[in-house]
């Protein structure tokens, strides 16, 4: 069993930035690829952004190249989405995700989910 809990969410104004961490506890974190998903209001889960487990690999989806970071630190089995130059159509629950070793865009492939973390950017 993993459990994840999102942190750093909250209100800011476009062109703002702000870092989201998910803290992980259980078996063992180095060996889960993560992942950060988002749902806006009326809108399906879409992919953000997927680290494998010795964050060499990284994937991206388009709207967040270039303005997303994801990070870990397998130390403190946490893993972090650095988000700068934020847009009001970057509004949405943040969801950070465990999956297995191989690292995917796929949200059918994470077996973990967190909570969520809202993220409100205002125009």
């Known amino acids: 069993q993993v459990q994840l809990v999102e942190s750093g969410g909250g209100l800011v104004q476009a062109g703002g930035s702000l870092r989201l961490s998910c803290a992980a506890s259980?078996?063992?974190?180095?060996?889960?690829?993560m992942g950060w998903f988002r749902q806006a209001p009326g809108k399906e889960r879409e992919f953000v952004a997927a680290i494998s487990g010795s964050g060499g690999i990284t994937y991206y989806t388009g709207s967040a190249k270039g303005r997303f970071t994801i990070s870990r630190d397998n130390a403190k089995k946490t893993v972090y989405l650095q988000m700068n130059s934020l847009k009001p159509g970057d509004t949405a629950v943040y969801y950070c995700?465990?999956?297995?070793?191989?690292?995917?865009?796929?949200?059918?492939?994470?077996?973990?989910w967190g909570q969520g973390a809202q993220v409100t950017v205002s125009s």
């Open positions: 995700a465990a999956a297995g070793v191989v690292v995917t865009t796929r949200a059918m492939e994470y077996e973990y």
């Open positions: 259980g078996r063992t974190f180095s060996s889960n690829s």
